[in-house]
């Protein structure tokens, strides 16, 4: 059983920085790209970037391009979201998010993915 565990949510003042992890168990990590979301209350829940199975390609969304960096640890069997010069826009719960087949490509869809975390609160106070 595939399991995602994000952490390292928490309250911070615009322009600000966090980093959130997601810790996968289940399977082969190296096998599958991943994927970032966040969700704000009574919004959709939106990609926030992806990277390759390779860690070598990495796709952001235009909101947070330039800002956020997404890395992986494949001998940790972890995906990280760097976020920079936070916005009081960046609040929501962010999930992380792998597909079911093994893939190198990224895909900006919630359709894309099959197994998500319990998602953690990222609040940015202006």
């Known amino acids: 059983q595939v399991q995602l565990v994000e952490s390292g949510g928490g309250l911070v003042q615009a322009g600000g920085s966090l980093r959130l992890s997601c810790a996968a168990s289940?399977?082969?990590?190296?096998?599958?790209?991943m994927g970032w979301f966040r969700q704000a209350p009574g919004k959709e829940r939106e990609f926030v970037g992806g990277?390759?199975?390779?860690?070598?390609?990495?796709y952001y969304a235009d909101s947070v391009k330039g800002r956020f960096t997404i890395s992986r640890d494949d001998a940790k069997s972890t995906v990280y979201l760097q976020m920079n010069s936070l916005k009081p826009e960046d609040t929501a719960v962010y999930y992380c998010?792998?597909?079911?087949?093994?893939?190198?490509?990224?895909?900006?869809?919630?359709?894309?993915?099959?197994?998500w975390g319990q998602g953690t609160q990222v609040t940015v106070s202006s």
């Open positions: 998010a792998a597909p079911l087949y093994s893939s190198d490509v990224v895909v900006a869809g919630t359709s894309g993915y099959d197994y």
């Open positions: 289940g399977r082969t990590f190296s096998k599958y790209a």
């Open positions: 990277i390759s199975r390779s860690g070598g390609y990495t």
